[in-house]
């Protein structure tokens, strides 16, 4: 059923007009973050943000559980059929190439300002600035990024616990994604989301650091650049995680990423990964994505060959 999962992503996406679990998180996130944040010091903060973690966490686990049993005792047929829905709605392959080449085709006809903002729709630095090579870089940073947070990592939980688990670590990543983050108003809130964050991703993105090293071998790129600087670089990131499968990306791609970004009007002193040895170009975004593809059809087909071996 992992195949399926796999499959009805590519064909399907993320449709507004479809129900989606990781809107729901969304939504209930949001309601939860009005009611418990603020007033209350730095100890406080953090338990009223563990809190939210397992209200979320849990809500959304055992959702997905029901909606499998259920369905199951209603029709088997019907039960696999929300295995599937379920696995697939927590994978972003398709969205991530849809949204990806909104930016390029800005960036190729050169609407510099159009572009920022569908880069704005994929990353949580301030984008008003950019100019076009730094669109670029953080457009492939935001692709290495995301083929873990989006593909590697949803497969990787769908392999190891099913739909449920998928569901809880994407609970988690929203999470982080929402309010995990350092300044002022979250610092505190967030960090249980945060770390918990950085636990789950631990594995996943070191898999997915090593899947596209081997992706830039089969589509002709620096295979030993990619796996040297995401050993040399990987570690560098103020992210335990985000770094790696960056820096394998910038050693595949021959170019440096990272530096200096704004958030929220805050300079972060990012460090950089990988050397500059190509002249930065758009084509590097669908270079990118590719190596990102491959990654993901790497990624199921060890899942289908442990679930035969199993």
Request: glycine share 8%; net charge positive; aromatic share 10%.
């Amino acid at each position: 059923m992992l195949i399926y999962c796999y499959i009805a992503d590519l064909v399907l996406g993320d449709p507004e007009w479809l129900p989606h679990p990781i809107r729901g998180m969304g939504k209930l996130i949001s309601f939860l973050d009005n009611r418990l944040r603020g007033n209350g010091g730095k100890w406080k903060e953090r338990i009223k943000g563990a809190v939210l973690v397992f209200i979320v966490v849990g809500i959304s686990a055992y959702s997905a559980y029901l909606f499998i049993e259920i369905s199951r005792k209603l029709n088997p047929f019907l039960g696999n059929l929300a295995w599937v829905y379920l696995g697939y709605a927590t994978l972003s392959i398709k969205d991530l190439r849809v949204k990806v080449k909104a930016i390029l085709k800005e960036v190729e006809k050169g609407s510099i300002i159009k572009a920022r903002k569908q880069l704005s729709k994929i990353v949580g630095r301030d984008t008003r600035d950019l100019n076009k090579d730094r669109i670029i870089t953080a457009t492939i940073e935001s692709i290495a990024e995301s083929t873990n947070d989006g593909i590697v990592a949803p497969l990787f939980y769908l392999i190891l616990g099913g739909p449920v688990l998928a569901i809880a670590y994407k609970s988690i990543n929203t999470l982080d994604s929402m309010v995990g983050y350092r300044n002022k108003e979250y610092i505190h809130f967030g960090w249980f989301s945060a770390k918990l964050d950085d636990i789950a991703n631990f594995i996943p993105a070191r898999i997915t650091g090593f899947l596209i090293s081997a992706s830039s071998l089969i589509n002709g790129k620096r295979i030993k650049e990619s796996f040297k600087i995401m050993i040399k670089d990987g570690r560098k990131h103020f992210s335990p995680n985000s770094g790696v499968p960056e820096a394998a990306m910038a050693g595949a791609l021959g170019i440096r990423l990272g530096g200096p970004s704004t958030y929220q009007s805050k300079l972060c002193k990012k460090p950089y990964l990988g050397d500059k040895k190509r002249v930065l170009q758009p084509c590097f975004i669908n270079e990118a994505l590719t190596i990102s593809l491959i990654a993901s059809i790497l990624m199921v087909s060890i899942g289908v060959v442990l679930k035969w071996l199993i």
